[in-house]
């Protein structure tokens, strides 16, 4: 996209000189008023050519050739070039609603009870817990001082109290869709949520290649402790970003998210 706005500039900037350049020529060669000769420099370039105005002289006729080959060629190159950035802005906006859809489905299957566990068992979430509870007034500032907030957040579940084995069934029940997702081609387009994806089938992983989670030395605790934490933190961030999207168009299913926020205590899909 980058290349395309520059390519576009070079274009405009490249029309304009000509156009410039023609009026001048036209008005110094053909004697033409001001108007005259920028109006002719536009219909020639535009290779529309009404044939109210034309060179009477032979430097004017090849002055007017001169326009037509250069001036036609970044009169479309700016056209191409605008269009294909249009075409692009609505591609890449089907391809995001597409992606926030896979985002909105893993949060809505399996995303919301991993966050649930593990805020559950993270002895420190009630310094920034208040800040977490989204309210449907929250501005773009708000979402992005929370944001901020989270990214000094020192993640710390406790492995010792979460129930690993809880955890580990989730995770299996739910491999075909994780699965599913990570296969997903939108993914492409999503950095920060394909490293989730990473970070959770990995845990996804730690947990299953062992058969017994009790029982296990500090030093494994320790290991299953760094996935959990990294998993929370990326997970976290991915909640609130997806809850800003359905801030911003979907307040209906933002209605619901807030109402099962598993950051705050007192959440309920209860309406009151």
Not at 7 to 26: H, Y
Not at 119 to 127: A, E, G, I, K, S
Not at 158 to 164: A, E, F, G
Not at 213 to 230: C, K, Q, V
Request: proline letters at 3%.
């Amino acid at each position: 996209m980058d290349r395309l706005r520059l390519r576009l500039r070079v274009f405009i900037i490249l029309l304009f000189v000509i156009v410039i350049v023609g009026t001048f020529s036209f008005m110094f060669v053909e004697g033409l008023p001001l108007v005259d000769a920028f109006y002719f420099s536009i219909v020639t370039i535009t290779t529309v050519g009404y044939g109210d105005i034309h060179p009477a002289t032979q430097l004017g006729k090849i002055i007017a050739v001169v326009l037509i080959i250069t001036g036609a060629g970044a009169f479309l190159g700016v056209v191409a070039n605008a269009t294909e950035i249009l075409l692009n802005k609505r591609e890449k906006k089907i391809r995001e609603q597409k992606l926030n859809m896979v985002v909105g489905v893993f949060f809505s299957e399996l995303g919301g009870k991993i966050l649930s566990c593990f805020t559950r068992y993270d002895p420190q979430l009630d310094v920034i817990r208040k800040n977490l509870v989204v309210e449907n007034d929250w501005s773009e500032k708000d979402f992005l001082d929370v944001r901020a907030l989270l990214d000094r957040y020192h993640y710390k579940v406790d492995p010792q109290k979460v129930r690993l084995q809880d955890l580990k069934s989730l995770l299996e029940q739910n491999g075909y869709l994780l699965l599913t997702l990570w296969e997903n081609p939108n993914l492409l387009e999503h950095e920060a949520f394909t490293e989730t994806l990473r970070a959770i089938l990995h845990l996804k992983e730690e947990l299953l290649s062992r058969e017994d989670l009790t029982g296990l030395p500090d030093s494994d605790m320790a290991h299953i402790a760094g996935d959990i934490n990294r998993a929370y933190a990326l997970i976290s961030g991915q909640w609130l970003d997806y809850m800003k999207h359905l801030k911003d168009s979907y307040p209906y299913l933002f209605s619901h998210a807030m109402r099962t926020n598993p950051f705050d205590k007192e959440a309920s899909p209860i309406v009151r």
